[in-house]
């Protein structure tokens, strides 16, 4: 069955970086648009970031374009996210999705991993 | 950017209460919208996607409708289970910001 898990979450310094990671399974990785979304304690969900299925385009939100990297490692079925510049602001639980096709939707994300940024 | 609008942004409701909650685009998203239901502590679910197609595995008590810039979700006889956030999400913008409404919780009455 499809599966994402991701890690790398944990507390650390504003201005410091942090890389998350989401490893897949149960799906040809290879195949699939990747997304990152983010929730903020007791708040909705944010959409972070876009990586096509061959790592050829990537999207930002206007809130961590310039700071904020996605990539992915078709070879190893993993997504990675590299945050640097961290803001308070960036404090979140992390998501990572599968985009499901045509039309666009979510259909499968991880359990997420929690991110705090705190002096 | 396209916006997203829900309303309302909470709600109580009773178990076998029928009701509906309603997203507005800023621009026309054709069918591009999606809704998801997310639990506490829990990721997000999705239930409908192009408006009104069910996703595999919902209950046929959850139904999408709406074009153009206004959507509803409508669950037809609420479960204890139902209790939850709902969001929507537009898939239509170029570049691609899969942009979110801010959720309606659906509370126990």
């Known amino acids: 069955q499809v599966q994402l898990v991701e890690s790398g979450g944990g507390v650390v310094q504003p201005g410091r970086s942090l890389r998350l990671s989401c490893a897949a399974s149960g799906f040809t990785f290879s195949s699939y648009g990747m997304h990152w979304v983010r929730q903020a304690p007791g708040k909705g969900l944010e959409w972070v970031a876009l990586i096509w299925y061959d790592g050829t385009n990537k999207y930002y939100a206007d809130s961590v374009k310039g700071r904020f990297t996605i990539s992915r490692d078709n070879s190893k079925n993993t997504l990675f996210l590299q945050m640097n510049s961290l803001r308070v602001e960036d404090t979140a639980v992390y998501y990572c999705?599968?985009?499901?096709?045509?039309?666009?939707?979510?259909?499968?994300w991880g359990q997420g991993t929690l991110v705090t940024v705190s002096s | 950017d396209i916006q997203m609008t829900q309303s309302p942004s909470s709600l109580s409701a009773s178990v076998g209460d029928r009701v509906t909650i309603t997203c507005r685009a800023s621009q026309s998203i054709s069918n591009y919208l999606n809704w998801y239901q997310q639990k506490p502590g829990k990721a997000p679910k999705l239930l409908i996607y192009a408006a009104s197609s069910l996703q595999s595995g919902v209950p046929s008590r959850f139904r999408g409708s709406g074009s153009g810039t206004d959507f509803t979700l409508t669950i037809s006889s609420l479960q204890p289970e139902d209790f939850a956030t709902y969001y929507c999400?537009?898939?239509?913008?170029?570049?691609?910001?899969?942009?979110f409404g801010q959720g309606t919780k659906l509370e126990i009455k």
């Open positions: 999705a599968r985009e499901g096709g045509v039309p666009i939707f979510f259909d499968y």
């Open positions: 999400q537009q898939s239509y913008s170029t570049p691609p910001e899969r942009t």
